[in-house]
């Protein structure tokens, strides 16, 4: 089955500075990828997601890029705000719509 | 919309007891999924349903647990015989067709079970 591992666990930023967070996933049939935000005590929430044929996906200060030959995938934040601290999640399924997440990055932006 | 709903919020139940958690999909959504989350942990497929069918189980262990979407009324995801080990949040979403072909997939606010 699909492993998604995202590295590093915590990442810590100074407010305005850009953060980006990265997603390998294992099953090359995987072909949808999206990105959750988990703020403490709280449902997950999409942020942004990216099908297998598209590279890049721009929403305001978020974007998305994947990389399908190498199974990357990486999570863009331009211009951190306090308001963006919060445990995001990477996702990959493949055919059977199964949505396997990664453990979770915990995102600190220092004001 | 309500979104999806989920109840109870908070359960706390004694070891051995059974523990029943309900899940109403969003309006139109017919696929649920079923996701448990420790703490600081990410989160673990456990079983997607749709209506009246068990699409996929991997995630779901072996024993004491189950879980069902009947054709009228909420998705239930049942724990038998409760063990501390079953401390958890356990969060339902739900989506309009194949996560795959419909994209997002809308969770509850979850269900957390303490085990005493």
């Known amino acids: 089955g699909e492993n998604v591992e995202q590295h590093p666990s915590t990442l810590s930023v100074q407010e305005g500075d850009s953060a980006v967070i990265k997603c390998t996933y294992s099953d090359s049939a995987s072909n949808y990828f999206p990105w959750y935000k988990q703020e403490l005590g709280k449902r997950p929430q999409l942020i942004i997601d990216i099908r297998s044929n598209v590279g890049e996906k721009k929403d305001q200060r978020i974007a998305v890029t994947l990389n399908k030959t190498a199974k990357h995938f990486s999570l863009h934040i331009t211009e951190t705000q306090p308001e963006d601290s919060a445990v995001y999640f990477c996702a990959a399924t493949g055919a059977n719509s199964k949505l396997t997440f990664g453990k979770g990055i915990t995102l600190s932006v220092r004001p | 919309n309500a979104g999806v709903m989920q109840n109870p919020r908070h359960l706390v139940r004694r070891r051995g007891q059974e523990a029943r958690l309900r899940c109403s999909p969003m309006k139109g959504h017919s696929h649920v999924y079923w996701y448990r989350q420790l703490p600081e942990e990410g989160l673990k497929f456990m079983v997607y349903?749709?209506?009246?069918?068990?699409?996929?189980e991997s995630g779901m262990p072996k024993e004491r647990f189950s879980a069902e979407f009947p054709k009228e009324g909420p998705s239930i995801l049942r724990i038998q015989q409760v063990v501390r080990g079953d401390s958890a949040a356990y969060f339902c979403a739900s989506s309009r067709g194949l996560a795959l072909n419909t994209g997002e997939l809308f969770f509850g606010e979850g269900s957390r079970l303490t085990v005493l």
């Open positions: 349903l749709q209506k009246e069918n068990i699409i996929d």
